[in-house]
């Protein structure tokens, strides 16, 4: 009979193998049936590397975890039954063994089913028989024996010693890696004067905004009062277009002036690469003397922008699910686990929070969506970082609203479509819906844009709270402010919301509206332009030179009457997601 101490280290040591063996393996299932493939397409061999040695680092450290809380749950019936220490030991042992077994097995397969694409009807089947199959190895001796001992060569002192002081020591490689290759955040500026104060710009972008479902671009319901009051003193680009379908690329246009096929980011979790990484809007601002600032709600735009080196002085990294309907536990978590994920610009951070997202949601946690930052509370942190900002400023604030889900404020719920029915849309599943929709389903479809009307309408009220305290202040005195979006949203043409090689007029049409100081009379141009016109744009209006590697037209002529503003330009829109970064474009 073995003494309590050796009882509960055996335990201890067997549990934690078990433990690291099935998270290891589920984690190693799912990076190679889900996500090795597509990495390559946006990162290097060594940072594909490097994630997946992220991944199982995890993993095994999460079993040590899992062991151990398990060893302490059943340490009162180690003590308790002290003549019974070696049979509890092996029942313990056996019990763990097939736990892991059926579930990495049923993770197998669950895996191998969907890679073949199989129906309903023989998926269930399949897993039926899995089960069926699995109590009939429980009920025969032989096959028990063989199933309970199955992970012997994991389980000897030796084996299970060496893969804890494995992961011990990958956690610790880990974190010193990860700490030498940090980036130190920037911390805010104090306000200064300057004697000759250069014009700010206040570059404003909602997520999925589609310029026809704007009030003054010819939406029947009142969805936007306060930016039209804001269009009718401002110069509104009625033929604006974005560079792609989704955030990461129309950002990455944005923020350089080039076009994805020139940036090189074509996936959602693209990032900025090689010299693109010097080549941005900021840096070039930053050269010209101006201090640069953003808040991005989003953390497809944020962990993009984050990828431009030194562009931006302050960047605060958002509480992502703050404001939300539902808690913050992943955001909590994220931070918990900062040692694991710093800002080292290898690898890709945001398919990191978003992993940890996932597997927080599977868990059946307390649901997480980390697109419900509020409208109010992202402009009430632009405020923060506003107020910290000497004049000579850049600054650009990226709403996440009204991209989806979509849940407008409770002041705007109901005004285009009964609450009853919208709470029904928020509760289902829309995966069947995306990206196309057979016509039958167009009246649902309709149903649903009144919804997103009502979610533009409670982003509308945020903008104009916003605009209203600056105008009081007198912070836009000498302030051009440029409102836009990244991309649009489509509810029509069979093609439902965005991020899709459809590249339908309410997907790439976006609003594009500037306001110089002092500016009171609105203008309309149906002058043709694209995101690309951004950053010249800006530059054109601050003085700063343009880069030769910008080759996009500002439209600072087209504001000052200086050149035609209309039946002119041209506007591209791109869709590469199937392309790797590091090879010709094929797709």
Known sequence: MQSFRSAALTLWLRLMALAIVGLVFADALYLGSNKVQGWTFYLTTSEVVFEVGLRLVVGALAGMILGTLCTALLMPFIWRFQNRRDSLLAWTTGAGVVLVAFVDSRLALTTLIKSSH?????????????????????????????????????????????????TVIGFVALVIGEFALSRPAQP???????????????????????????????????????????????????????????????????????????????????????????????????????????????????????????????????????????????????????????????????????????????????????????????????????SKLPDGFFFWVHVITPHDPYIPDPADQGRFLPYAEQRTFQDESVASWRPHYDASRQSQIDRRRLLYDEFVATADRAFGSFISELENSGRLKDTTVI??????????????????????????????????????????????????????TVLDLTGVAKPAWMRAQSLAPVLKGEATSNGQGIAFAEFLEKNSVFKPLRH
Do not use: C
């Open 118 to 166: 199989r129906g309903v009807r023989v998926t269930t089947a399949l897993l039926i028989a899995h089960f069926i199959l699995f109590v009939i190895s429980l009920l025969l001796p032989r096959l028990r024996r063989e199933l309970t001992s199955s992970l012997d060569v994991f389980l000897g002192p030796n084996a299970s010693r060496a893969m804890a002081f494995a």
């Open 188 to 386: 805010v500026k104090a306000a200064v004067l300057f004697p000759n104060p250069k014009p700010n710009i206040l570059l404003i972008t909602f997520d999925a905004l589609d310029a026809e479902d704007l009030s003054f671009y010819g939406r029947a319901l009142p969805t936007t009062p306060n930016l039209d009051a804001f269009a009718s003193k401002s110069t509104v680009f009625t033929n604006s277009y974005s560079g792609s379908t989704f955030t990461t690329s129309g950002i990455a246009t944005l923020l350089t002036g080039q076009y994805p096929s020139e940036t090189r980011v074509y996936q959602v979790q693209g990032i900025l690469r090689g010299e693109n990484r010097e080549r941005t809007l900021p840096q070039a601002l930053r050269a010209g003397g101006y201090t640069t600032a953003a808040f991005l709600s989003n953390p497809w735009a944020y962990y993009l922008a984050k990828t431009g080196r030194d562009g931006f002085e302050v960047l605060p990294e958002p509480n992502f699910e703050q404001g939300g309907v539902q808690r913050d536990g992943v955001q909590r978590l994220w931070s918990a686990t900062r040692l694991l994920h710093q800002d080292t610009g290898v690898g890709s951070r945001v398919d990191e929070y978003f992993d940890l997202e996932n597997l927080w949601n599977e868990l059946g946690l307390p649901h997480s969506h980390s697109f419900q930052f509020r409208p109010d509370a992202s402009f009430e942190q632009a405020r923060e970082v506003l």
């Open 483 to 536: 409102v836009s979006a990244d991309h649009g949203e489509s509810f029509e043409g069979g093609i439902y919301r965005h991020e899709t090689p459809d590249q339908t007029r309410p997907v790439i049409h976006i609003p594009l509206i500037i306001r110089t100081p002092g500016q009171q009379q609105g203008r309309k141009i149906t002058y043709v332009a694209d995101q690309t016109a951004i950053a010249p």
